[in-house]
């Protein structure tokens, strides 16, 4: 299928889990893409797949740090120049710190909205004059389930991505009779570097059972963090279907990824 032939776009995040997923998945289906990510390492493991799949002569790796607006200003312009332009922006991007809320540093706090939020705002700050130059354009942004129901430890995340939410809203309506349509991603219970980290980053003294009921329904394949999980090619799906013409009508929305988990 390739409903994104011509299509350019900018991933970030595009390093791991479900950002890389949505970098290949895009390219499977025509687009050229700039995928960028702090991570050179993880860049280089996503061109390796592109290379296998034979669609890496349409992949651009970027080394970029969203939590740093120099980094942003430059990777926006790098991104925009290698492509000729931009049709569409996806910000997967982003990072997770679990704590006891009482426990939190302002600093900590800081990290988790500067990389999450003020970083997603950046992105699309630095992207938004290339994208208006079309006549039509997307942003899909990565809220979390988090962002409207209860992930205990991580109050500071789910405050990030209720921002990017309302954030999302917000773009939808102020750009929308130039092109812009804005869209967030809901995801939960999808296998990613995240998830596999989050038994790690909670406080050693957890009560687990506040997680009953963050799994999900639909049957799951994958584990992590001793849950099961959906495939992070759940969410890239949805993602190339937002970014194209088949998403032409979708805007100012949320949509949820999460295998019935809030069901």
């Avoid at 960028?36 to 493991?45: F, N, Q, R, Y």
């Avoid at 990017?164 to 750009?175: C, F, N």
């Avoid at 596999?196 to 009560?207: C, E, Q």
């Avoid at 506040?210 to 495939?231: D, E, Q, V």
């Amino acid at each position: 299928m390739n409903r994104l032939e011509g299509r350019r776009i900018l991933v970030t995040g595009a390093g791991s889990g479900i950002g890389q997923a949505t970098a290949l998945r895009l390219l499977d289906e025509g687009a050229a893409v700039v995928g960028a990510d702090i991570s050179a390492e993880g860049l280089e493991t996503t061109r390796q797949s592109a290379q296998e799949a034979g669609t890496a002569d349409r992949l651009t790796a970027l080394t970029m740090d969203i939590g740093d607006e120099a980094s942003v200003v430059d990777g926006a312009r790098a991104a925009v120049e290698t492509l000729g332009g931009l049709d569409a922006v996806v910000n997967a991007a982003g990072m997770l710190r679990a704590v006891h809320t009482h426990e939190m540093s302002l600093q900590a706090w800081n990290q988790i909205i500067t990389v999450n939020l003020t970083g997603t705002f950046l992105v699309i700050r630095e992207t938004l004059p290339a994208l208006l130059e079309n006549p039509q354009s997307a942003i899909v942004n990565f809220s979390s389930t988090s962002a409207a129901f209860a992930h205990p430890y991580m109050a500071a995340y789910a405050a990030s991505k209720g921002g990017i939410q309302a954030m999302t809203h917000a773009l939808a309506l102020e750009y929308g009779k130039q092109g812009l349509r804005a869209v967030s991603v809901a995801p939960g219970s999808i296998k990613s570097g995240i998830t596999d980290a989050t038994p790690g980053l909670v406080p050693a003294d957890s009560d687990w059972s506040l997680f009953a009921k963050l799994s999900p329904i639909m049957p799951t394949n994958l584990a992590s963090g001793g849950a099961g999980m959906g495939a992070p090619s759940a969410v890239a799906g949805v993602i190339a279907m937002l970014v194209s013409d088949d998403g032409a009508f979708i805007s100012g929305t949320e949509i949820r990824i999460d295998g019935g988990t809030h069901a």
